[in-house]
């Protein structure tokens, strides 16, 4: 199934891009093995970011104003024609992200952007925070190419959920991706694979096994967890209570996940 994907998704390149991407994989590649002292390549890759917006106050991302000055200099959109520059100047590109500090969905174009970079045959991926995921939004995320949604689900408790994500209602988002997800399945697509991101705190690391085991309820297939990266002062001390740990997790942790690998199967694992 894996071979047949990359066969589909190198015919769909070069029906769209010619043989000049494939030439550009093979200088990347290179490129790896040789470590020039230029590289041989354009990028593959890019993270686009389309808005500052967003429509909450996580408590592991600091309000903007404070870091950077007025809502007036920060809270932008990314004009659709210069977005569009972007790809001109990136004529290689295989894969871009569109994401930054805001919720992508806020963007009023976000829709005619994911059109147009899916005309070109290049993947899509993007975080959301799943407040925005209405019936029609769904349907045309599915319709229009996405391949890759990843949602941030940072508690599997109602309050410590909206404690972390503040101004999100935790019963509103679970509904609207088990919604997303019954989509999906009824088009008989692939894609979009739909990934839970959860970003570990001393908020919420005690409920990573029943995150887990909401995710998997909630229909979804794969799941990312990481570390929190602080990024301001005030932050801080959430980084030292994961560096009393160094890199492992501790042992009461680790006797739960390998509990739910047992309960879930390779799900888990």
């Known amino acids: 199934m894996k071979i047949q994907k990359k066969m589909n998704r190198g015919l769909k390149l070069l029906h769209k891009r010619g043989f000049a991407t494939f030439r550009n994989t093979a200088l990347t590649r290179l490129s790896l093995k ?15 970011e389309i808005t500052t917006y967003c429509n909450l106050r996580c408590s592991t991302c600091k309000e903007f104003t404070d870091q950077f000055g007025s809502e007036a200099e920060i809270l932008k959109h990314l004009d659709f024609g210069k977005f569009k520059k972007i790809f001109e100047r990136l004529p290689y590109l295989k894969r871009v992200r569109l994401n930054g500090v805001g919720e992508p969905l806020l963007h009023p174009e976000f829709l005619e952007m994911i059109q147009f970079v899916n005309s070109k045959g290049i993947e899509i991926e993007f975080f959301s925070n799943g407040t925005m995921f209405r019936e029609e939004v769904s349907q045309e995320l599915i319709k229009y190419g996405v391949n890759t949604i990843f949602f941030s689900i940072d508690g599997a408790e109602r309050d410590t959920f909206e404690r972390i994500r503040k101004g999100a209602k935790f019963d509103e988002v679970m509904q609207n991706i088990r919604r997303f997800v019954e989509l999906k399945k009824k088009s008989g697509l692939e894609t979009p694979d739909a990934v839970a991101i959860t970003t570990l705190s001393k908020d919420n690391i005690s409920e990573v096994p029943a995150i887990v085991e909401l995710v998997h309820s909630l229909g979804l297939k794969k799941m990312m967890i990481k570390r929190m990266i602080p990024w301001v002062e005030e932050l801080e001390g959430m980084q030292k209570f994961f560096d009393q740990f160094g890199y492992n997790m501790p042992e009461e942790f680790v006797e739960e996940q390998q509990e739910l690998k047992r309960r879930l199967g390779h799900w888990a694992g």
Do not use: D, T, V, Y
């Not at 040789?34 to 686009?48: D, T, V, Y």
């Open 34 to 48: 040789m470590k020039p002292a230029r590289c041989l390549n354009w990028p593959s890759f890019a993270q686009i």
